[in-house]
């Protein structure tokens, strides 16, 4: 687990063998244990997730067993995964987080917005933690998951970090490539 | 404000069928050939679209709708946020099958990119994939980017299209009934599966005064919270959703009494039922306002549901109506929810639109009529 | 044995004792919740004695149905409470 710089022991890196989404999460879930350990305040946690690609194994998987099994006698096991707000769910019960949980289907380009709801909930005090999680799947079982967290308790942290982002404050021309290499979000578009 | 749903293309055609007490219910013969064990859903004929595209026909089709209703050119650095569950489910589907297609470019996203492209809108759109409660979660958070001065317009929404995957996988999670949706019924047996569109416009009310428009209805709040409790069933007390409930009051200082009418999620599932039900109990004590559910008329659409139930929400305050609850006939003693079996004409002003997603996700958005 | 000679020539035949069901189903249902032991009683109540939620319920009762090639309504899923009111049930959609 490689811990970066800046914003110091806020953010984190991790990166794991994929196997299903439902799998993956339990590997997921542990990581996050490991950096940050458990929320102070759980109802006052929110969990603002992007995926590129949250659900889309599943949803594959899970269609492959009704072609083959029909639609009479699919098993639903798959089902609930298919949903690409399932990952973020399933890191709320493991840490009992009951705030406002948000997924993105999206990259770092999403950064901005996501970062704007979280300033939301924080200045109106609606949370008191924000875990802002990139996790992007293994697209196959030889691929890695991609898992990057930052965590923001003020809002002054993230307004500092959207200045740091953009050339001008809520500038949408983009993020700068240095920018994303820092983080180490995942691709972009 | 735009919709495309199982009952009408437009605001006015559903609100009347809504209000005859239609329901879009029917069982579909493509359905029982290919092998569906309830083959009862709520589905639009006649629309036309490119292969794996139905979602973005679904949504354009809306957005036009609420573009020309509002009069308004669309700015280059629009704020589109745009919700749905599985995007273009039909192209997950065609993957099974072994045959090559990009999956990036046919899930909610691409739907969200599909409304940005139609308007040249060069702002990277929002695409959020938090299911059944989407749609609420889009204009909240439009609202959010409105009243920071980001943007100065927003477009917001959801659409799902009818999905074989999802259809499936509830009517095997034994979560469907086999003919009708009911909620908060007696002889509720489940879901129905439903697809569309909604969506709305949207600005600050000082701009949409400064040019002399009168705004349909008013944004206060939104109120997000999780279960935390399980995959799929809600936590049975309603604990979470009556938090969300009482979020979105305290955010925008409303007190329960002020609430005229409550639109509710109503899937029609035992479960979901119930704990919406007991949620509603202990927000509003004895005196629960007048509750709607539109998911026995048009089954539940899943990423478009909160979407198109606020669209009901705005023109319910437009025509100071409340609506009935269609397929709802015996009530539930056990949930004990007003739903009317005919329109009834009130003041409405506050109202509240509820929505719950897989996963425990709730949300209840806050609206307010507009008075000069 | 049960009733195997009065269908012998109109419905194919799955010759299976109620123990070697109960076995089989046994083993379904740890596929789906490993935590429950290796021979817990049949008469064990899913849901009072071991948690079972509706939703491992739901998958337990469509690899069932896959298993054995029957349909089990939404009506009947209240019935199957145990391992020993599974494999009754199972038998009895064999035979008819």
């Known amino acids: 687990m490689e811990r970066l710089n800046d914003l110091t022991r806020r953010e984190y890196y991790a990166s794991f063998p994929f196997a299903d989404e439902k799998a993956t999460m339990e590997a997921v879930n542990a990581a996050l244990q490991a950096i940050l350990g458990v929320p102070v305040s759980p109802d006052k946690t929110g969990i603002y997730l992007i995926s590129s690609n949250a659900g889309f194994y599943s949803s594959v998987a899970f269609w492959e067993e009704v072609l083959e099994k029909g639609p009479g006698l699919a098993n639903p096991e798959r089902f609930p995964w298919t949903l690409a707000n399932a990952p973020c769910g399933a890191i709320s019960r493991a840490f009992g987080i009951t705030g406002p949980n948000y997924t993105f289907h999206g990259t770092a380009m999403d950064l901005p917005v996501t970062l704007e709801q979280i300033d939301f909930d924080l200045s109106q005090e609606l949370i008191s933690q924000a875990w802002l999680i990139a996790l992007d799947f293994g697209k196959n079982l030889k691929e890695n998951t991609r898992l990057s967290v930052l965590v923001f308790s003020d809002a002054l942290e993230v307004n500092a970090l959207m200045a740091q982002l953009y050339r001008q404050p809520y500038g949408l021309e983009g993020l700068s490539s240095d920018a994303l290499k820092k983080f180490q979000f995942f691709a972009t578009d | 404000m735009g919709v495309a749903t199982p009952l009408g293309m437009s605001v006015s055609g559903l609100w009347s069928r809504l209000l005859e007490g239609q329901s879009a219910a029917r069982a579909w013969e493509d359905l029982a050939a290919e092998g569906y064990r309830s083959n009862y859903a709520c589905r639009i004929e006649g629309i036309e679209h490119a292969p794996f595209r139905r979602g973005r026909q679904l949504a354009l089709l809306a957005a036009e709708s609420a573009v020309k209703q509002s009069g308004l050119p669309v700015p280059k650095n629009t704020g589109i946020f745009f919700g749905s569950t599985l995007g273009e489910s039909a192209a997950f589907e065609f993957a099974a099958t072994g045959q090559s297609i990009d999956l990036q470019d046919h899930a909610v996203r691409s739907i969200a990119r599909g409304i940005a492209h139609q308007y040249g809108v060069e702002n990277a759109p929002t695409a959020i994939a938090t299911a059944c409660a989407a749609g609420n979660y889009a204009v909240g958070m439009a609202c959010r980017a409105l009243k920071k001065g980001r943007i100065a317009l927003a477009i917001a929404g959801g659409a799902e299209p009818f999905s074989r995957l999802a259809m499936v996988g509830f009517s095997r999670s034994r979560a469907m009934s086999n003919q009708y949706c009911r909620p908060f019924d007696v002889n509720r047996s489940g879901m129905l599966l439903g697809e569309g569109a909604a969506i709305f416009m949207l600005e600050r009310a000082e701009d949409a005064l400064a040019r002399g428009a009168t705004p349909l209805a008013e944004v206060l709040s939104l109120g997000l919270t999780c279960d935390a409790y399980h995959p799929v069933a809600p936590r049975p007390d309603g604990s979470g959703i009556r938090r969300a409930i009482e979020t979105a009051l305290k955010t925008a200082g409303v007190l329960p009494e002020q609430i005229d009418w409550v639109n509710t999620h109503g899937s029609g599932t035992k479960l979901s039922d119930i704990a919406e039900a007991k949620a509603l109990k202990q927000v509003f004590g004895e005196n629960v306002p007048t509750c709607s559910g539109s998911k026995g008329a048009l089954g539940h659409a899943l990423g478009a549901a909160s979407a198109i139930e606020l669209a009901l929400c705005v023109q319910g305050i437009q025509a100071q109506t409340l609506p009935p609850t269609p397929c709802h006939e015996q009530a539930d003693p056990e949930c004990n929810i007003p739903c009317l079996s005919s329109p009834r004409s009130a003041t409405i002003q506050y109202v509240l639109n509820c929505a719950f997603a897989f996963g425990g996700l709730n949300s209840a958005l806050l609206i307010r009529s507009w008075n000069v | ?96």
């Open chain 3, 1 to 96: 044995m049960w009733h195997t000679l009065g269908l012998w020539h109109t419905h194919p035949i799955i010759i299976m004792s109620n123990e070697q069901l109960i076995y089989q189903l046994r083993n379904e249902l740890r596929g789906i919740k490993p935590v429950l032991p290796e021979n817990f009683p049949a008469t064990d109540n899913f849901r009072h004695d071991w948690d079972l939620d509706s939703l491992e319920l739901v998958e337990f009762v469509a690899r069932i149905e896959q298993q054995y090639n029957i349909l089990i309504p939404d009506e009947d899923l209240p019935t199957l409470i145990s391992l020993h009111a599974a494999a009754a049930y199972v038998q009895n959609k064999l035979i008819h």
